[in-house]
């Protein structure tokens, strides 16, 4: 009986570093089933549209940091990349260049970020929350210098259609999101790449010692971070039709929140990007409950503050190493 | 020609032979770290198939020196042969695919992946769909329950390391080693975590192996250790070899006596070959 009950699990939930957390769950279907009866406006279809809107801009600069997450790692500067590739991509489509190479360029300066970030990580060995909290600044600091603090309107037709076109009802970065979602689903559990993520995050040391060629890996990881926070960062001036230097601005809150709260341990080696979808969308329920009853921007803040909080220091009770300190 | 046995009766009568045929040869290895020299010229033959066992004190450099085989630490200099061929060893993944394999004294496992991905790890059973190759889980999972079973334990392969005992993990770390049949076999204080049961059990698949061909070396601070499995028994002292000696060819309390006065430093000479 106790196997029978084992094996349901297993093939529900998963197992070892990449199962779902069934309280996760939940606690999703429990928050959504208590928006359902707090609010006539929750179930609405323009409001879910408007909150799956929002999640995507986070849910992709999501992935990335839940492959940085589970490896041991931490990236700050998901925000500034985001600002600075929208805002190369508008400068390049405002002198006339075509959305391709735009998007190209974009996702380009998204890469290089992240090698900066892993370089210096991986080879140098430099703290990652240092290392990435010092390019949230450079990065940042230059979208403003170049830019002189000003935004960028883009009025290229394609581009827009982008963040506001829809496909059978459906938006299209709704779509890229479910995507980009599949495709690191598909990823993590079956590839060298996914598998070495887990490894790195769980002992960098034994990956090692295995023959693993772990300051490569760390530096496909963080470039595969830079890449995601770009393509986000794209959506973002796709769906709001402007790039600013202070765009997405404390999004590494949202973004970190998720990940942790869909079970990918700070500690490294668990979590899977099925977890921080859920992660996700019961932030954004959070998020939206809080929109419909009224409760001021700010105090949504301190709430978000306070459910990374709790995710991480359910992190620490699960894994039983918060008595080892 | 000589015979040897081992502490299991093993007969192991082409040991002296098998010695002149290195498989691996050391000459002049150093290794330094910054100004601290932690091998200074250590020269150094295992024969196929023979098991040398080698203990010093603490700090005396036998773990460097097993970690410059097994490519853990390049050597500063030096040069090592393998099968009479030079080689360096610039990282773990050299000294494997020259059939050199390590159980380390903490295992080095990965505690958040299953056991047969950790067996499995750096060296991934992949399979094709169409122009991408993925990781075949199956095949692993298969070969893992497979060496499990070979070792004659019983655990799920599916399990993740850390919720294993420490027996059976230091049995994963031994499967690991075993699985893509190495031709040398390097062992850092391998009973350390074990019950006399496990020990008993661990010795058995190692004379086993020894018995295929594999060549042993095993660093150990226990004596009964390295005179359960040793062909020949090394005594490394600042950083080089203090002398070499045959377990059998003195009676156990005379071989550990003069053992303790090689690490010491109170005897210098060396037994074997003298």
Redesign the interface.
């Known amino acids: 009986m106790k196997q029978l009950i084992e094996l349901m699990n297993t093939k529900l939930w998963g197992?070892?570093?990449s199962a779902i957390n069934p309280g996760l769950v939940v606690a999703t279907v429990v928050v959504f089933i208590v928006l359902c009866f707090a609010s006539p406006y929750f179930l609405n279809a323009y409001n879910l549209v408007n909150v799956a809107k929002a999640l995507v801009i986070v849910g992709i600069a999501a992935a990335g940091e839940t492959v940085v997450i589970i490896a041991g790692g931490f990236d700050l500067s998901i925000g500034s990349t985001m600002a600075a590739a929208g805002m190369l991509a508008a400068y390049l489509l405002d002198i006339g260049t075509g959305v391709g190479p735009a998007f190209l360029a974009a996702i380009v300066l998204g890469i290089c970020i992240g090698a900066a970030n892993g370089t210096l990580i991986a080879y140098f060995r430099i703290n990652p929350l240092i290392t990435t909290l010092a390019m949230m600044a450079i990065i940042r600091g230059l979208a403003f210098v170049i830019s002189d603090g000003r935004e960028i309107i883009i009025t290229n037709k394609t581009w827009l259609s982008l963040g506001t076109g829809k496909w059978v009802g459906i938006p299209y970065i709704v779509l890229i999101l479910i995507v980009i979602y599949l495709v690191f689903a598909l990823i993590l559990?079956?590839?060298?790449f996914?598998?070495y993520v887990?490894?790195i995050?769980?002992?960098p040391?034994?990956?090692?010692?295995?023959?693993?060629?772990t300051k490569k890996w760390q530096l496909a990881i963080y470039i595969t971070c830079g890449a995601t926070a770009a393509l986000a960062g794209l959506m973002l001036a796709a769906r709001t039709g402007t790039a600013m230097p202070a765009a997405a601005m404390g999004f590494e809150l949202d973004v970190i929140t998720a990940v942790i709260l869909g079970g990918a341990s700070l500690k490294?080696?668990?979590g899977t990007i099925l977890g921080t979808a859920i992660g996700l969308i019961l932030l954004f329920m959070i998020n939206n409950g809080l929109t419909l009853a009224q409760v001021p921007s700010f105090w949504q803040q301190v709430v978000k503050g306070f459910i990374l909080l709790v995710a991480v220091l359910y992190d620490e009770i699960r894994s039983g190493r918060s008595d080892d300190s | 020609m000589m015979s040897t046995q081992n502490n299991f009766g093993t007969k192991n009568a082409d040991a002296d032979n098998s010695a002149r045929i290195p498989l691996i040869e050391l000459s002049g290895i150093t290794k330094s770290f910054g100004n601290v020299d932690a091998l200074s010229g250590v020269d150094l033959k295992i024969g196929e198939a023979e098991s040398v066992g080698i203990i010093g004190d603490n700090g005396a450099g036998k773990s460097t020196l097993v970690k410059v085989l097994s490519g853990?630490y390049p050597a500063t200099g030096g040069t090592m042969k393998f099968r009479g061929r030079e080689v360096r060893f610039n990282?773990?993944?050299d000294a494997?695919q020259n059939g050199i394999e390590?159980i380390?004294q903490d295992l080095?496992?990965?505690?958040?992946?299953?056991v047969a991905?950790n067996i499995f790890?750096?060296?991934?059973i992949?399979k094709n769909y169409g122009p991408i190759r993925?990781?075949d889980?199956k095949a692993m999972t298969r070969a893992a329950a497979e060496d499990i079973a070979n070792m004659g334990l019983d655990f799920d392969v599916?399990?993740?390391v850390g919720m294993l005992s420490g027996g059976e993990r230091q049995m994963v770390a031994v499967a690991?080693a075993l699985q893509f049949e190495p031709s040398t076999l390097l062992m850092d204080e391998p009973t350390a975590a074990l019950s006399a049961e496990k020990i008993r059990k661990l010795w058995e698949m190692i004379l086993e192996l020894k018995s295929r061909g594999v060549s042993i070396l095993l660093v150990s601070h226990r004596f009964t250790d390295i005179l359960s499995i040793c062909d020949r028994i090394v005594v490394v002292r600042g950083g080089k070899i203090a002398g070499e000696m045959k377990p059998n060819d003195h009676p156990p309390a005379q071989t550990m006596a003069m053992m303790t006065e090689m690490m010491t430093g109170d005897r210098i000479s060396k037994e074997a070959g003298a």
Request: hydrophobic fraction near 30%; aromatic fraction near 4%; include cysteine.
């Open positions: 197992r070892g570093a559990p079956r590839t060298t996914g598998r887990y490894a995050g769980s002992n040391r034994a990956a090692r010692l295995s023959g693993v060629s490294g080696g668990r | 853990v990282n773990p993944l494997r390590m380390y080095a496992l990965c505690e958040d992946l299953d991905q790890l750096g060296r991934e992949k993925v990781l889980n599916e399990r993740e690991r």
